[in-house]
């Protein structure tokens, strides 16, 4: 047998089209990207449900999973779905369904789930061969209308079965329930609102088309989240959002106690603890948050020393999340805590909005909220139109049949004469009774037992119901006022359902804008405690607690001990809460915190352990910073400027470089300057003295300065500042504390920058003041 050689008809080559690459490729991926727009991502304004949603819906309908009917496993719906409607992954359709079934995902849910389906922890839904699903109310209220002819039906993906284009319900899923979702170039995140709100809204729209927006908002408040929480954004900026369809919204955890004799505030979540403390009890977390990481993220945040005044987090949850708080002390401000715990943690989240929809067309857009709800009005307003028009079609048909009916009960017997005598009685009684060809066809289908007498009465009375339904409907179709007084009846009726004085429908996010910030700092968390700060000669650091009186000791240095060859070198009182600048006279300033020094019962640590002092620097002041204050900077060259103190914090362990210095130069003054401080006094180590005005030193975030007093040989060996009023005082020599003041000052007061003359008679011959 010969072997049978298949030759193609065509050549496959002929298929291939000469194109350049990148059109093809455009071509293509704008097609890729039209689809996951318009078929996966986002939300059609009319419904508010993506295909997937919309799918699993349909299917479950169609399984009979009404609220009044048992429940079915969820793999029968997930089969069904992707079987018949949603060619795609089975993970995907179960985790769509399972977020249709959660009440912290979706502030309506339109599916009701027995067994595990997740929980605001984030744990996962168990499989679907466990899980068992069927419809909520809140579902039927969104496929009202299926089978009244409202909505076109669309062939499936495989041509096999129907599927709707939309669901024609009254229900406003867009806005209720919200959406989120990531097409290809665009994006959309809807917040879910309250429904009773939404329809308020609603209704402003369908009797003023031309409302303005304030109005609109008056009405409509903002987001309702699932997980309740705060919206604390200002009503401006809540409404803007609102008004271009983009913004960002800040939501915060609910501080509530539950009623107890314990609770001090219930409204702020402090409850009273043995010994006089106090915690706090959080019953509410932003939308999205999963409890589970935010106490992780508390936590860590602890651990980290983040939050210092935050002791412990505990989860007590049950049904009720209750997440307890408990501070380092009772004199920790309830609200500096709170305060850092929005800044620090995911307590305070904020919500994008994203009012991206496909409207009517299948057209991607950001909408208001007046035209959003114009949209879905006018969409409403159809459906309604459909639905009139279907009924009168259904009315048409029957009322053709009734009137058949009633000719027929007229000449009853001559009917009978027909059909038992004609071989062909259909025609012969469409000629003798003017009927058409379905009533004749129903009247040769009639049984015998609707020959009665009732039945005539029950015909004619059907016939007057329907002409009188009839010209209602006419009437509708042909007054957009009546349509639009039918949608505001169906409005009302469908919000007495979801009113605000229903479990499911009452408010459960509070939109209240916040209050002013506490003023906060990683220093406000610290508890303040009075501290006593040493540096050695040899630069070991330590802090004693309280404020040891370093007037006592000989060298006003505090009597403490020190390593073998180092002593005293700065002793200053301090807060713990307080920063200290370390100068040294490289011209580099550090910034160490009060609270992070080691205590003061061994030597305490070389400072160097903790900043990134060079082994050749000396530090040259040691001084507790305070806002607002300056000081006057000045190297052994004479040069020197103001420097506010602000502007020396360093935020690393390498310092900030802030007087700038060349050859052998070193920085020897640095003097804290008073506020009634009005000259500058500066003497150099030729042992010559000038005065002048503190109005002649510039203020320099970083730089050389000016010159303060000229040289010839040597340089500057101290400078201080004073009040002219009040003289040049200097420390005496010898024992005792003896100070020396010469108010007789004028002869030394010159301009800046000049050479000096020798000072008053009893100046330290060290040169310094």
């Known amino acids: 047998m010969a072997d049978v050689i298949d030759t193609p008809d065509s050549?496959?080559?002929?298929?291939?089209?000469?194109?350049?690459?990148?059109?093809?490729?455009?071509?293509?991926?704008?097609?890729?990207?039209?689809?996951?727009?318009?078929?996966?991502?986002?939300?059609?304004?009319?419904?508010?449900?993506?295909?997937?949603?919309?799918?699993?819906?349909?299917?479950?309908?169609?399984?009979k999973l009404n609220p009044t009917d048992p429940f079915k496993k969820s793999a029968r719906v997930v089969g069904d779905v992707i079987g018949k409607y949603h060619p795609h992954g089975d993970a995907s359709v179960y985790d769509a369904m399972v977020r249709l079934a959660q009440d912290f995902a979706l502030r309506y849910p339109l599916v009701e789930g027995q067994g595990n389906f997740g929980n605001i922890d984030g744990d996962n839904a168990a499989a679907y061969r466990y899980t068992e699903a069927r419809l909520t109310r809140t579902a039927l209220r969104l496929m009202e209308g299926l089978s009244e002819g409202t909505v076109d039906f669309i062939p499936t993906y495989n041509g096999e079965d129907e599927e709707p284009e939309i669901f024609p319900g009254l229900f406003p899923n867009l806005l209720a329930n919200g959406a989120s979702g990531i097409a290809v170039g665009m994006a959309t995140n809807i917040p879910s609102h309250n429904v009773a709100e939404v329809i308020d809204a609603s209704l402003e729209v369908l009797d003023n088309p031309h409302v303005e927006h304030a109005r609109l908002m008056e009405l409509f408040r903002g987001p309702d989240f699932a997980t309740g929480g705060l919206v604390v954004d200002s009503a401006e900026a809540i409404s803007h959002a609102y008004e271009t369809g983009r913004g960002s919204l800040r939501v915060r955890a609910r501080f509530h106690a539950a009623e107890s004799d314990n609770v001090v505030d219930r409204e702020a979540g402090i409850e009273r603890i043995k010994g006089g403390g106090y915690q706090l009890v959080i019953s509410e977390i932003p939308y999205q948050v999963q409890k589970g990481k935010l106490i992780e993220q508390i936590a860590q945040a602890i651990g980290d020393r983040?939050?210092?005044?935050?002791?412990?987090?505990?989860?007590?949850?049950?049904?009720?999340?209750?997440?307890?708080?408990?501070?380092?002390?009772?004199?920790?401000?309830?609200?500096?805590?709170?305060?850092?715990?929005?800044?620090?943690?995911?307590?305070?989240?904020?919500?994008?909005?994203?009012?991206?929809?496909?409207?009517?067309?299948?057209?991607?857009?950001?909408?208001?909220?007046?035209?959003?709800?114009?949209?879905?009005?006018?969409?409403?307003?159809?459906?309604?139109?459909?639905?009139?028009?279907?009924?009168?079609?259904?009315?048409?048909?029957?009322?053709?049949?009734?009137?058949g009916y009633i000719v027929a009960y007229l000449n009853l017997d001559r009917v009978i004469e027909i059909i038992r005598t004609e071989d062909e009685p259909k025609p012969v009684m469409m000629e003798e009774f003017s009927l058409t060809d379905r009533q004749a066809e129903a009247i040769l289908n009639m049984r015998l037992r609707s020959l009665r007498k009732l039945e005539e009465m029950e015909l004619r009375n059907e016939k007057e119901e329907l002409l009188k339904e009839r010209d209602g409907l006419e009437k509708l179709l042909a007054s957009p006022a009546r349509q639009r007084t039918r949608m505001r009846r169906d409005l009302e009726k469908l919000r007495a359902e979801y009113g605000p004085e229903t479990e499911l429908g009452r408010r459960r996010t509070t939109i209240a804008e916040a209050a002013p910030a506490v003023e906060f700092s990683m220093d406000a968390m610290i508890e303040k405690e009075p501290i006593t700060v040493i540096l050695s000669k040899k630069g070991w650091i330590r802090g004693a607690k309280g404020h040891v009186d370093l007037d006592a000791s000989e060298d006003g240095r505090g009597d403490f001990k020190y390593k073998e060859g180092d002593e005293a070198a700065f002793a200053v009182h301090a807060q713990t809460t307080d920063k200290l600048l370390l100068a040294t006279d490289s011209g580099r300033f550090f910034t160490l915190g009060c609270d992070?020094?080691?205590?003061?019962?061994?030597?305490?640590?070389?400072?160097?352990?903790?900043?990134?002092?060079?082994?050749?620097?000396?530090?040259?002041?040691?001084?507790?910073?305070?806002?607002?204050?300056?000081?006057?900077?000045?190297?052994?060259?004479?040069?020197?400027?103001?420097?506010?103190t602000g502007e020396l914090l360093a935020e690393t362990k390498k310092g900030r470089q802030v007087v700038n210095l060349k050859g052998d130069a070193r920085l020897n003054v640095v003097h804290p300057i008073a506020e009634a401080d009005d000259h500058v006094a500066a003497v150099g180590d030729n042992r010559k003295l000038i005065v002048f005005n503190l109005e002649e030193v510039p203020t320099l975030a970083r730089g050389q300065g000016v010159m303060l007093q000229r040289y010839r040989d040597g340089g500057l060996s101290d400078a201080t500042t004073f009040k002219l009023e009040d003289g040049l005082s200097w420390q005496m020599g010898g024992k005792g504390d003896r100070t020396r003041t010469e108010t007789d000052i004028w002869q030394w007061k010159v301009a800046r920058g000049a050479a000096g003359r020798l000072p008053p008679q009893g100046f330290p011959r060290d040169n310094r003041f």
């Open 596 to 644: 992070k020094l080691p205590g003061a019962r061994g030597f305490g640590e070389p400072v160097r352990n903790t900043l990134d002092i060079d082994n050749g620097a000396q530090i040259v002041a040691a001084l507790v910073h305070r806002p607002g204050g300056k000081l006057l900077l000045a190297a052994t060259t004479g040069k020197g400027f103001v420097a506010e």
């Open 11 to 63: 050549d496959p080559f002929d298929a291939i089209v000469d194109a350049p690459f990148d059109a093809a490729l455009s071509e293509r991926y704008l097609v890729y990207a039209l689809s996951t727009i318009t078929a996966r991502s986002l939300p059609d304004l009319r419904d508010g449900l993506k295909p997937v949603h919309r799918r699993l819906l349909w299917a479950m309908r169609q399984l």
């Open 306 to 403: 983040k939050i210092p005044i935050l002791e412990d987090v505990r989860d007590e949850s049950d049904e009720q999340i209750r997440i307890v708080l408990a501070p380092k002390s009772r004199n920790v401000d309830p609200e500096l805590l709170k305060e850092s715990l929005y800044r620090l943690t995911d307590l305070e989240t904020r919500f994008g909005l994203n009012l991206n929809v496909l409207d009517a067309n299948r057209t991607p857009m950001v909408m208001g909220l007046k035209e959003l709800l114009g949209n879905w009005i006018a969409s409403q307003i159809e459906i309604l139109q459909r639905r009139s028009q279907h009924r009168l079609d259904q009315i048409a048909s029957r009322l053709e049949l009734v009137e």
